[in-house]
């Protein structure tokens, strides 16, 4: 009976998914949302997040540097079947500003980044 209480919880709770290369990064930015009290889903890459389909998910937190698509080529993608889906860019590049237009309905986090900003960032995008 707990358990499945527990999953009705679980169900209620806004989706993210996290999609990032490096897993030390992609662990601790599970961990950061799991304690905020979203559920999160990790992704090591935007072909994978893909495979997967974007039902269920409420807000996606992309890296921009990842092998295969990037995370500018996975906004588009996901702009492509749910405009309305928030997607959040992180980099720990400095040259991304040429692109930064591209981005101007998306939030861009440069790593390292004040973890408390990208979670407002968050609540405010499911508000």
């Not at 662990?27 to 072909?47: H, K, N």
């Not at 992309?62 to 492509?80: Q, Y």
Request: charged letters at 25%.
């Amino acid at each position: 009976m707990a358990i499945d209480g527990e999953r009705q919880a679980t169900k209620q709770r806004p989706v993210v998914a996290v999609v990032d290369d490096d897993p030390v990064v992609l662990e601790a930015l599970e961990d950061l949302l799991e304690s905020a009290g979203y559920s999160s889903r990790g992704f090591p890459s935007a072909a994978s997040l893909l495979s997967n389909g974007l039902t269920g998910l409420d807000v996606i937190i992309t890296d921009i540097g990842m092998p295969g698509m990037d995370g500018f080529e996975l906004c588009a993608a996901v702009n492509s079947v749910r405009p309305d889906m928030p997607v959040f860019l992180m980099t720990g590049r400095h040259d991304i500003e040429s692109k930064q237009s591209e981005t101007s309905n998306r939030g861009l986090f440069r790593k390292p980044f004040d973890t408390r900003v990208l979670l407002e960032a968050v609540r405010d995008a499911l508000a």
